[in-house]
């Protein structure tokens, strides 16, 4: 298997995507490790890697709290050895026009969008070693805007930024820092916009496949870039999107 002997970080792990991406990594021999904010929200996805004879373990801090964050991150590398592998999921939207958006709520969104990721690589990238990999989970918002949603454009074209910064930085270690940039995925947290007649008509004229993505095809990308046939790319943006970037 891809991941055997390898134990793999996956932020924003009891849901979604980082759901379907920690559940990979551990069917490929993967030790991971599912953070959430809460144990009521990761222990689902833990059983379902241990229900499968996986290994996974919960990391469990709020992303916005940097010593919590520290602390957590320290204790899981003592018991489970380095992190080699780091998915950096976990995400936070508020859709709401600038002249209402607050300075605390930006302030939010760059946090758990932005300045948690380049915290994780940096605490993490001395123990990693050659072959570290860091993949982080961007959007198509990263590359094109649309009205009422500044900040989070702001905090994924960072992240966008971020992946080739530490890419730059991080290459003589021999780590690969990419990304992927998801389309429209029909995750809970689009619930309310897979239902609206309106997008699914948008998405049949505006993408080249024509629907919505669905969860589990964000696995094979993000998997790729973990493993040792990435070994040589690094500071990429996959767009993962129907060809909507691609499509007009």
Same mark, same amino acid.
Not at 64 to 83: K, N, S, V
């Given at each position: 298997?891809?991941?055997?002997?390898?134990?793999?970080?996956?932020?924003?792990?009891?849901?979604?995507?980082?759901?379907?991406?920690?559940?990979?990594?551990?069917?490929?021999?993967?030790?991971?490790?599912?953070?959430?904010?809460?144990?009521?929200?990761?222990?689902?996805?833990?059983?379902?890697?241990?229900?499968?004879?996986?290994?996974?373990?919960?990391?469990?801090?709020?992303?916005?709290?940097?010593?919590?964050?520290?602390?957590?991150?320290?204790?899981?590398?003592?018991?489970?050895?380095?992190?080699?592998?780091?998915?950096?999921?976990?995400?936070?939207?508020?859709?709401?026009?600038?002249?209402?958006?607050?300075r605390t709520a930006v302030r939010q969104m760059l946090e758990v969008n932005l300045v948690a990721a380049f915290e994780l690589?940096?605490?993490?990238?001395? !123990?990693?070693?050659?072959?570290?990999?860091?993949?982080?989970?961007?959007?198509?918002?990263?590359?094109?805007?649309?009205?009422?949603?500044?900040?989070?454009?702001?905090?994924?074209?960072?992240?966008?930024?971020?992946?080739? !910064?530490?890419?730059?930085?991080?290459?003589?270690?021999?780590?690969?820092?990419?990304?992927?940039?998801?389309?429209?995925?029909?995750?809970?947290?689009?619930?309310?916009?897979?239902?609206?007649p309106a997008i699914a008509e948008h998405l049949a004229r505006r993408t080249s496949l024509g629907r919505w993505g669905r969860?589990?095809?964000?696995?094979?990308?993000?998997?790729?870039?973990?493993?040792?046939?990435?070994?040589?790319?690094?500071?990429?943006?996959?767009?993962?999107?129907?060809?909507?970037?691609?499509?007009?």
């Amino acid at each position: 298997m891809r991941f055997d002997g390898q134990t793999a970080l996956v932020t924003g792990a009891s849901a979604g995507f980082g759901r379907e991406i920690a559940v990979a990594l551990a069917a490929e021999g993967a030790t991971v490790l599912v953070h959430g904010r809460s144990l009521q929200r990761a222990a689902p996805v833990i059983a379902a890697i241990r229900a499968q004879g996986g290994r996974a373990f919960p990391v469990l801090f709020d992303l916005a709290e940097e010593a919590a964050m520290d602390r957590a991150i320290a204790a899981a590398q003592a018991e489970h050895g380095p992190i080699r592998i780091l998915v950096n999921n976990a995400g936070h939207r508020d859709r709401r026009p600038l002249a209402e958006l607050e300075r605390t709520a930006v302030r939010q969104m760059l946090e758990v969008n932005l300045v948690a990721a380049f915290e994780l690589a940096r605490v993490l990238a001395p !123990a990693m070693g050659e072959g570290g990999r860091i993949v982080n989970v961007t959007s198509i918002a990263g590359q094109i805007a649309r009205s009422g949603d500044a900040a989070y454009t702001m905090a994924k074209g960072g992240l966008e930024a971020l992946t080739r !910064a530490l890419a730059a930085e991080l290459g003589p270690r021999r780590i690969t820092v990419n990304a992927v940039a998801p389309g429209y995925f029909a995750t809970e947290a689009n619930a309310a916009m897979v239902a609206d007649p309106a997008i699914a008509e948008h998405l049949a004229r505006r993408t080249s496949l024509g629907r919505w993505g669905r969860p589990e095809e964000i696995v094979g990308p993000v998997l790729f870039l973990a493993s040792a046939e990435a070994s040589y790319v690094t500071g990429q943006v996959l767009g993962v999107d129907g060809g909507y970037l691609a499509h007009f």
